[in-house]
């Protein structure tokens, strides 16, 4: 296979929730009008699977590609039924519903590969933006299901400030919700098993009758964790030379998150062995795959097979990079070597201690 750097199809989600940053904010094109709540960067979603735009690839789904060529797509003899990570562009003009996601065995039960641990990454949000994510300590089941019932979300749950630059990791049943004023960049396991709080549709705001709505709140709480408070993180810095760094926003089994900003005029080159998933957070930037060269738009993304091997990055540029990591190798050593302490690098996410494994 002749690998090159792949430019995916993006659904677009026109929830209620969603608003114009991603168009007018990031300065993405091609949108349809009116409100966008999420563009897809990358999915392997039942259902809303991405296929490669352009190129000898264009037409083939990408889970296509994942079953028949998983070392050269994917990379370290990983195996699976679905390209394993998601991206998202989110505008939560308003707040997202209350909701959380299934754990791995949760998803199981319901027929699902995986569940979904998310994390978000904030590149804009208004002054006074706020999260919620996570139960207060000492809340149980039955007061927070009278909470949920009173829509009283700040009884029971953590309200957390919210500001550009800082990244949450968000471990799957931990109830959550971000908006209004919030512009995001979200990775996850391929996933989109959720539930919801809230007495309404998410999709249009149409009211639920009450024994769906309660119903909801109740399959909502099988699956609910109590023990998650993740709190914010500014990210840990791994220079690369004067005019280039890596910033380390979270990690964890399932993913890893790197924000990567070059000056204008200077290279960041950077070797790979596994997909790295590259979202434009800034203006057009060059990108090469030796022999290949591109430029990625604003709020654009390409999916860079790991049989690829290697990527340069000319400035300006300022990207944001997802891939599935070896604890160890990729996160842990680096950071240890750039003189960060155990607890720093274990803040980034989950699986991070001491004597962890390296993979998920």
């Known amino acids: 296979m002749d690998w090159y750097p792949l430019r995916l199809t993006t659904p677009v989600k026109q929830h209620v929730f969603g608003g114009r940053a991603i168009a007018d904010r990031l300065g993405r094109s091609g949108l349809p009008e009116g409100r966008i709540a999420e563009t897809w960067e990358v999915s392997d979603v039942e259902g809303e699977g991405a296929t490669v ?27 699976g039924p679905r390209f394993p990570l998601l991206t998202k562009f989110i505008d939560a ?18 027929g699902e590969p995986n569940g979904k641990t998310e994390a978000w990454h904030i590149l804009d949000a208004r002054p006074g933006a ?13 007061r927070l299901r009278r909470a949920l019932l009173e829509q009283d ?58 024994d769906q709505w309660h119903a909801n709140i109740d399959a909502l709480l099988e699956q609910w964790k109590p023990e998650p408070r993740p709190q914010f993180v500014p990210g840990l810095r791994l220079p690369v030379h004067e005019d280039a760094q890596r910033v380390v ?31 434009n957070a800034g203006a057009p930037v060059s990108l090469t795959c030796d022999p290949h060269t591109l430029t990625l738009g604003r709020a654009e993304t390409l ?8 990527v340069r990055l000319r400035g300006p540029a300022d990207v944001l990079v997802g891939y599935l990591p070896d604890l160890e190798e990729d996160i842990r050593r680096p950071l240890r070597a750039a003189g960060y302490g155990e607890a720093a690098v274990a803040a980034l996410g989950e699986g991070l201690q001491p004597g962890t494994p390296s993979t998920g």
Not at 53 to 79: S, Y
Not at 93 to 110: C, E, F, I, K, Y
């Open 53 to 79: 735009r352009e190129g000898p690839l264009a037409g083939t789904p990408l889970r296509r590609l994942t079953l028949d060529h998983p070392d050269d797509l994917v990379g370290r003899g990983w195996r």
């Open 93 to 110: 003009a308003s707040p997202l519903p209350v909701h959380l996601h299934a754990d791995d065995t949760a998803a199981r039960a319901q």
């Open 130 to 142: 706020t999260a919620l994510v996570g139960v207060r300590p000492g809340v149980r089941r039955e």
């Open 153 to 210: 979300y700040d009884a029971v749950l953590r309200r957390l400030p919210v500001c550009a630059g800082q990244t949450l990791y968000v471990p799957a049943g931990t109830l959550h919700s971000f908006g209004p004023g919030t512009l995001v960049h979200e990775i996850e396991q391929t996933s989109d098993l959720q539930e919801h709080a809230m007495p309404h549709r998410m999709e249009d705001g149409a009211a639920l009758d009450d």
């Open 249 to 279: 926003l979270c990690a964890g089994p399932y993913f890893a998150l790197e924000r990567w900003q070059v000056a204008a005029g200077a290279v960041l080159e950077h070797p790979f062995g596994t997909a790295l998933l590259v979202s």
């Open 303 to 310: 999916l860079l097979p790991a049989a690829l091997g290697g």
